[in-house]
Each structure stands twice: as structure tokens, then as C-alpha cells.
């Protein structure tokens, strides 16, 4: 599993226009937390932080693996199926993680240089920013493995089009403080195990799909 890993932090981190894609995605989103001092831009950049970088390093090792019919030589490698598509979900996990300690040092910074929210506010975000990319990753992850990296990448784009919308309807109809207050902090300790339960039925599910699909 180790090798399918590098391989696809190599198509993620090598290849140059996705690696182009990264750098300008951060950067767009670092200058804009930078000059936008707002508690709605906060929420919104450290759950997008989580989001974007912790479920995008499918999309480029599934097109490069169709582009090369990797698959066929994939599968002469002394490994099985499931283990194929359980190292996808543990470079996700390891993406997810390294995006949430990006975003803890912003949420910070947001208290102790900005101050801008209280620590158990930022904490209370972050917190629902781990249950957000688990599932995230999970529901988009199942259509890439279902319908390939073209349709996958669709659904990608517009199940992040449809979160902002949610979380902008949200601030708007029920209030920005529902995230950062203590009834949300409470229901965490349910979220959190829930959303980590949803993750590994996920990959379950993922890998009877990549089976029966390529059987």
C-alpha cells in the first residue's frame, strides 16, 4: 500500500499543472483569510482548508491512472483490491490530517493574534470541520470509484458547490453563532465518531465497488 501512496502523491505533487493547481488554490485561500476579518470568512476557510485539500488527491491519481491503464498493471502488484482502495482513503486521512493542522494554526492565530473568536469557538469550528471532511470525502470518494474521474470530479465540484451554498443559507436563515455555540461543542461528541463511523463504511462500500468493477 506503501507504493500506491507515493505513486499518488507523485501524480499530486509532481505533475506540474496539479501541483500548479495546489499552490494557486492556497494561495487564493490564504490571501483571502489574510485580509478578510470576518467570523463567517473564519468558519468558512477552516472548513474549506479541510475540504479541499484533505478529499482532492483522488481526482489527479484517478486521472492519470485512466489516462495509462494503470489498473492492469495494478493488479499483477502483490496486493488485493481492498488493500488498492483502502491506501486511497489512508493518503486521504494523512491529507485530512495535515489540512486540519493547517487549519488549527489559522483557527489560533484567529484567537491569540486576530482575536477574533474566543478559543472554544474556534475549537467548536474546527471540531465540525473534521466531521465535514470525513463525510465529504466519503460520499465523493464512493462516486469516483462508481462512475470514474470525469463524472467523479463533476459530482466533486458540485457537492462543494451545494456545502457553501448550505453554509451560506445557514449564517443567513438560522445564524452564524449556531456554530460556534456550546450546544454545537456538545453535539461534537457525537459527530466526531459518527462522521469517522461514515468514512469507514465508506471505503467498505468503495471496495465491493472497485471488485465488482473490476472482476
Request: aromatic fraction near 16%; proline fraction near 1%; hydrophobic fraction near 55%.
Amino acid at each position: 500500500m506503501k507504493g500506491i501512496m507515493l505513486k499518488d502523491l507523485y501524480e499530486n505533487f509532481y505533475i506540474k499543472k496539479n501541483l500548479a493547481s495546489y499552490i494557486f488554490g492556497a494561495l487564493i485561500i490564504g490571501l483571502a483569510a489574510f485580509f478578510i476579518d470576518t467570523s463567517y470568512a473564519f468558519i468558512l476557510y477552516t472548513m474549506l482548508l479541510t475540504i479541499v485539500f484533505g478529499s482532492a488527491t483522488l481526482e489527479a491519481s484517478y486521472e492519470q491512472d485512466e489516462k495509462a491503464n494503470f489498473y492492469k498493471l495494478q493488479f499483477t502488484f502483490p496486493m488485493t483490491k481492498a488493500e488498492i482502495v483502502v491506501s486511497k482513503y489512508l493518503l486521504a486521512l494523512i491529507c485530512t490530517g495535515i489540512s486540519l493542522l493547517i487549519a488549527l494554526i489559522y483557527a489560533l492565530a484567529s484567537v491569540y493574534l486576530r482575536h477574533l473568536v474566543t478559543l472554544t469557538e474556534a475549537l467548536t469550528v474546527w471540531g465540525l470541520s473534521i466531521c465535514v471532511s470525513l463525510v465529504f470525502t466519503s460520499v465523493v470518494y464512493i462516486f469516483y470509484f462508481l462512475l470514474g474521474k470525469k463524472i467523479g470530479t463533476i459530482i466533486y465540484v458540485a457537492a462543494a458547490a451545494i456545502l457553501g451554498g448550505m453554509y451560506g443559507s445557514s449564517t443567513v436563515f438560522i445564524g452564524i453563532e449556531s456554530y460556534t455555540s456550546m450546544d454545537m461543542a456538545a453535539r461534537l461528541w457525537f459527530l466526531l465518531p459518527a462522521s469517522l463511523a461514515v468514512f469507514v463504511l465508506s471505503c467498505l462500500l468503495s471496495i465491493q465497488i472497485y471488485k465488482k468493477k473490476y472482476s
